[in-house]
């Protein structure tokens, strides 16, 4: 029987010390992280979000839930919905269709940044087993963390010189961190003293305690503003089962990366010497590393949790080692049973991401437009043909292909816009994202982009500038489905997805504050077939004012 889960919340600022150092945070009910959410596959959930923010809007996304039949819950400002107005109550209502490790985050402005996210698991229907078996589970929610408020970082991405929000000060592990000690100061690589703590302190690491000789599950979401991630844990394999919600041929690894916007669970067997104790260490991958790794203990219960560990905790692999990260990218394949894509695409898009100035502004850009959304949300104005709200320029589907991927561009001078790719309901869909130099010499950068309302198939990697003959190299066979790939630098990314859920998608690099300069495009399909819409999630901007019409007529 299909069960409602009911949850009330206010979400509201509050001081926090997530790395041991106050600083304001985004909190749920007073928590931080927001609640952890567990239902059944097949629930309802229903979250009653109050904005307890005193002069700030508010939305929730719930990621890696797809929406079907409910895209006004997608929790995305100007796209889904408007904005939650300081003192309002909004009711997210949706089903939870599919098991597995999912997280919840703000999506507007910078609001990820400030705090606000949780983790979201969804268990499969009672009486089912996974496809493999575990004696218990863990849930570890990563993050980065700034001592900068989340204000002060979209002034600075805003302003005109541009202010880069820099590296995080600390990466938190559910919620903590340590930015004043090391819990492996004794190991060298730190100047900072050994933290001393009693274990009741908010930013005390929280430790894995383990039984020796059994399986554990563990279930790793990256909700980072900015950081790419690896985690590992001394002297144990990691068996990759899982990643974004979906089944993965499992194969064994001593690290996994981890990019913005991902979850992966993998198993691990407590088979090492269970006198010891060993690290889990998180450190940053993709960007020149200026933040210590994230740090906590996996205890074997039959030596003391106090005991540290005998050797220095896992180095993180080279931060720009990128054979290395497309190796693990290209052993993320799909378990048997998965749904294989369609052979053929009804159309190809490809995406040029590039940074570019917009009247002297740093931004990016896709096929040389930045989004800037506009204060109606697409949702509205597309399923009541409000042509004044957006654009209404079909975006551009391609790039010309004299452009040199592997420069800075010519002209950085771009625009921006608000148009919408409209799909075909049901059509198939392949988007090649192509990467290329930011606006300094020699600089390529890692991008995650997260797709909305859909899983796609992640059919190849490739250095370069896509040509129509790397087609012949797209894995048809067993591509996994995630709702978050990356590009590498200089490189590529080609997916596949079913437009087969009427709505109106954001679909975005993950990292914040690049969403905020412009790096994402907005996809439509179906949108007539959207009914009752709740007016709760429209009335701001052009469909504010046409329910007032409506009124009075
Ligand atoms: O968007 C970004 O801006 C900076 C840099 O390119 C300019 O300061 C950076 O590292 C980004 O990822």
Redesign the pocket.
Known sequence: AEKVRYFKWNVEYMYGTPDCVEHAVIGIDGQFPGPTIRAHTGDILHIELTNKLSTEGVVIHWHGIRQFGTPWADGTASISQCAINPGETFHYRFKVDRPGTYFYHGHYGMQRSAGLYGSLIVDLPEGQKEPFHYDGEFNLLLSDWWHKSAHDQELGLSSNP?R?IGEPQSLLINGRGQFNCSMAAGFGNTTLPQCKFRGNEKCAPQILHVQPNKTYRLRIASSTALASLNLAIGNHKLVVVEADGNYVQPFAVDDIDLYSGESYSVLITTDQDPKKNYWVSVGVRG?SPKTPQALTILNYQTTTASKLPTSPPPITPRWNDYARSKAFAEKVLALMETPQPPKYANRRVILLNT?NKVNGF?K?AINNVSLALPPTPYLGSLKFGLKNSFNQEIPPENFSPEYDIFNPPVNPNSKTGNGVYMFELDSVVDVILQNAN???AN?S?IHPWHLHGHDFWVLGYGDGKFSPEDEKKFNLKNPPLKNTAVIFPYGWTALRFKADNPGVWAFHCH?E??LH?GMGVIFAEGVQYVKRIPKDALTCGLTGKMFLNNKHN
């Open positions: 541009f880069w960007r940074q740093t990016w930011a606006l300094d600089v950068e990292i504050p690049h300069m």
